[in-house]
């Protein structure tokens, strides 16, 4: 059996890999909202910027942009992150770049008639789309929102490669001491990334439940067009 | 609208213009508006006076709709010039000339016009007093306790009190479309459009909304455009009526007369058409 200590360790390599998931995905999310909406602009530069953004940061592998944040700023501009800073970074952008995607099918997928209805009330540009448009967008987005911060969390098992003490970082080290069996070591592991994985997933639910009122959810926006 | 951009207004009277009794209150000069191939106004012009009734009618696809849209700022017409209350609408006037008017000037002249639509595009996410007040509070900078109070009154006016906290999902289609009505007149507009508003109701949901169109008609001053199907309600309140087709006028007049003596056989055979279904 695991010893207090050995628990303890895993725990707050847990709490690293909570760290890294959650500031992951304050980035991530800021960037997708700002990149969805930036991608259906009347502004063609700022449309074709997201697009090169989105393909860049999605087809670079995750793993190849912990190490050039990581390793490379440093020496190309002199830019020193810490192992959390270069995680969250290089997560953050690389679920931006996914989560734009998701962000503006959800903004196409809201009827047409909501925003010349947000027109006919004379609602500025910018009040259309945070009144009229995102709030009913967003219910779109949070189960596929679920899904990738969930990729996410996993993927930040990657800061353990940058010397990031995290959940796998520490289970590493407690087989390299072989100070328990594997099996203990992993199970307890796989325990507790599946319970933060669980987390995410009850939250989000909660989120969308919050999003949802007043919206068909699950069966569509039955309440936007007749 | 790039080949009429300098143009002077046709009367040759100075841009944005002060408003007068004796200006109609919406101006169409010249306004064309094609979707490809398809010309839906061709070259239209014609005028609304303050206070006027006017209902457009003419077969699906002749364009009426589109006269309300461009109205509204849903779609910008190709050319022509648009003055509502003796103000350009697409135009305005900078160092001399007539030019496209800013984001700015458009908002600021389109506050004067709301819409009613067919399918009611009520805010799903929203409660139906959320409907009402989102416009007032945001858009015309009223305190959040006065639009509630002033959404009330509306409700009641339409006549769906204690609805409040309702959200849209709950509502049956005439219900929808009472709200949709409130929160136009929310926006305290000089004109109101009305798009075929009962065109997607239930044959029995239909007779509440028109009993609150024809409370407006009948008591209020506001300048109302409507495109409708509903024949015997076109003659009951219409000040005027206008027969549209192919982009363009085919006939005018007063109700009686439109309805009972067309002059045109383009009308005949078209309220032929519609009559005998009613």
Redo the contacts between chains.
Sequence with gaps: MLSTGQLQQLFSGAWITIQVTAYSAVIGTLIALVGGVASLSGSRLLRWFTRVYVEIFRGVSAIILLFWVYFTLPQLFGIFLTPLQAGMLALGTNMGAYGSEIARGAIQAI?K??T??????????F?RLR??VL??AV?LMLPPFGNLLIEVMKASALVSLIDLSDLTERAQNLRTLRAATSLEIFTAVLVLYFLISASITLGVRALERR?G????VGGG?????? | MATRENEPTSDGESAGGRPSPERPMVRFDSVTKAFGDNVVLDGLDFEVAAGEKLVIIGPSGSGKTTILRVL???ERPDSGMIEVGGEHLYHEERGGKLVKAS?KHV?RV??K???V?Q?????????VLENIT??PV???GVPKDEARERACKLLELVGMEGKHDQ???SLS?GQKQRV?IA??L??QPKVMLFDEVTS?LDPELVGEVLGVLRDLALNTDMTMLLVTHEMGFAKEIGDRVVMFDNGRVVEEGPPRQMFSQPREARTRSFLDAVLDHE
Excluded: C, W
Aim: overall charge positive; aromatic content about 10%; charged content about 15%.
């Design positions: 009827p008639g909501q010349e209805a947000a027109i006919a009330i004379n609602l500025s540009p009040h009144h009229v709030p009913q219910v999003f009122r007043g919206l068909d926006l039955g309440g936007a067009v007749k | 509204m700022t849903l984001e908002r389109r506050g016009i709301s819409m639509f399918h009611f595009f009520l805010f799903p996410h929203k409660t989102l416009g945001k858009a015309l959200y849209p999902a289609g949709a929160r136009a929310a926006m997607a």
